[in-house]
């Protein structure tokens, strides 16, 4: 978590009660942890800055109002630990421990984490004055850490720059697994979602996450969030003009193309613009298949080697426009299609007025010279 107050998506308000309640002070410790600050809080909870004793160490507690939890709350809580519990990777946080303390309002569960001490993907990557190669290298960095989730059966759901932060050694750390699914046979007990409620930062989700449903998620919908995250690390900008109503922003991820990188920087014309454009392909099964694959094309471009990606065909384009256009298009096909028959009836018109003007007795002359009338 970050260590300056700032925190992802769990994090947004002051410390609360239970549900719907009011204010309530810091406590003292939770379960074994002793309280040292608040790091952040949001709907569901909060997270603090706590230290352990056996073994010492300072962590980030992650813990959920009691007055939320109610039997399904715990058992997603539970599910998330356990996924939690099979990441071991230098790019993820790791998960120390897990439980849940009694309260007045019940049962509070908590995960004590490793606490990340550093900077926001973004605000790293401008703090530090990183060029073009660094941004790359450190998006390779994170692609690998979200292959090694999803070998393991586990989907973020929520890459975002605010979920990944970067420590002084420049080692990405990926934080917040808590709205991820998994896909194996508990995957749907990680679910969040009502009704085709969406999950995670919408400017960062899929075409098929926004349209709600759980079915069509799978390891390339976090490759469709790494494609937006890696555009915005490149350009400072969203590839797309997201509005602030939720049916503007869904059309948008769903049909919109994304304004290309090189009207941004001319240095990105060529195998970066195609990398993050095979990244971001609204069809799935044009995106990568992997995060690793995304990676390593990455690493590619880096080491001057021959990406794997290719531009779209024109034949493609063509099909993706008529896809968004379709009453321009359908008008154009109109206007094809009845063109040759008005050609010839206005050949004819224009034929038979030459003729008339010609000939304005109605006569015209034989082969031989001879005058003959055209009328019978």
């Known amino acids: 978590m970050p260590s300056d107050g700032r925190t992802s998506t769990f994090l947004t308000h002051p410390v609360s009660g239970a549900r719907g309640g009011e204010e309530a002070p810091i406590p003292s410790c939770v379960g074994r942890y002793r309280i040292l600050r608040l790091l952040g809080e949001g709907g569901m909870g909060a997270v603090y800055e706590a230290e352990q004793d056996v073994p010492q ?12 939890a109610d039997p399904e709350m715990l058992h997603r809580f539970d599910t998330e630990t356990q996924a939690l519990g099979r990441l071991q990777h230098p790019g993820i946080a790791q998960i120390y421990d897990a439980g849940a303390v009694e309260t007045p309002f019940g049962k509070q569960p908590y995960i004590a984490m490793e606490l990340v001490r550093g900077q926001m993907l973004l605000d790293y990557c401008d703090g530090q004055k ?4 660094e941004r790359l290298e450190l998006m390779a960095k994170i692609c690998e850490a979200v292959q090694h989730a999803h070998q393991r059966g586990l989907i973020h759901r929520d890459l975002k720059p605010a979920n990944i932060l970067v420590g002084e050694d420049g080692q990405p750390k990926i934080l917040d697994f808590g709205v991820a699914r998994l896909t194996d046979s508990d995957a749907q007990a990680t679910r969040q979602t009502n009704m085709g409620e969406i999950i995670g930062t919408l400017a960062y989700m899929s075409p098929e996450q926004v349209s709600g449903e759980a079915a069509d998620i799978d390891t390339r919908s976090d490759v469709y969030a ?20 939720i049916h503007e922003a869904v059309r948008a991820i769903r049909q919109d193309e994304p304004t290309a990188l090189r009207s941004v920087n001319r240095t990105y014309r060529g195998d970066i613009e195609t990398i993050v ?25 880096l080491h001057d080697e021959p990406i794997v990606a290719r531009p779209p065909s024109t034949t493609y384009q063509l099909q993706k426009f008529a896809r968004r256009h379709k009453a321009v298009v359908s008008g154009i096909a109109a206007v094809l299609w009845c063109w040759p028959w008005e050609w010839q009836r206005a050949h004819g018109r224009r034929c038979r007025r030459a003729g008339r003007r010609k000939y304005p007795s109605g006569r015209r002359e034989r082969p031989n010279g001879r005058l003959q009338s055209q009328r019978r």
């Open 130 to 133: 990183l060029n073009t190669r």
């Open 226 to 245: 790494l494609g937006v995250i890696l555009y915005e690390a490149l350009s400072g900008k969203a590839p797309y003009a997201i509005g602030r109503q």
């Open 277 to 301: 454009a095979r990244a971001l392909e609204k069809d799935k099964t044009r995106r990568y298949g992997s995060a690793a694959e995304l990676a390593a094309d990455i690493r590619r471009y």
């Open 57 to 68: 160490r300072t962590v980030a507690l992650k813990v959920i109002r009691a007055g939320y």
